[in-house]
């Protein structure tokens, strides 16, 4: 059975920084591009960042890029996504996903995940 399990959410003040992890069991890590998405109610939910099997491919979603990083430990099954410098717009329910393809369609649209964690809440609001 396959499970993703974040933690890390939180309550933080415009500025600060939150390291949320992501823990992988019962599939390959190794085989899987893994990501984080973020979801605002009533929003479509959104790609923040990804990481190829071996790391060496990483894209950000503009917003985020120089604020954040995504990184992974395949020896340890976790991804993690560093936040620094949050603002009231990062408020969302972050998802850990596992896909299969590290490219988008030919049209910009993400592929599909394999796998979806729960979430977790990061909130910045002063």
């Known amino acids: 059975q396959v499970q993703l399990v974040e933690t890390g959410g939180g309550l933080v003040q415009p500025g600060e920084s939150l390291t949320l992890s992501c823990e992988a069991t019962?599939?390959?890590?190794?085989?899987?591009?893994m990501n984080w998405y973020r979801q605002v109610s009533g929003h479509e939910r959104e790609l923040v960042a990804k990481?190829?099997?071996?790391?060496?491919?990483?894209k950000y979603v503009d917003s985020v890029k120089g604020r954040f990083t995504i990184s992974r430990d395949n020896d340890k099954n976790m991804v993690y996504l560093q936040m620094n410098n949050l603002k009231p717009e990062d408020t969302a329910v972050y998802y850990c996903?596992?896909?299969?393809?590290?490219?988008?369609?030919?049209?910009?649209?993400?592929?599909?995940?394999?796998?979806w964690g729960q979430g977790t809440q990061v909130t910045v609001s002063s």
């Open positions: 996903g596992a896909g299969t393809f590290f490219t988008a369609f030919d049209d910009g649209s993400e592929r599909p995940m394999s796998y």
């Open positions: 019962g599939l390959t890590f190794i085989n899987y591009v």
């Open positions: 990481i190829a099997r071996t790391g060496v491919q990483i």
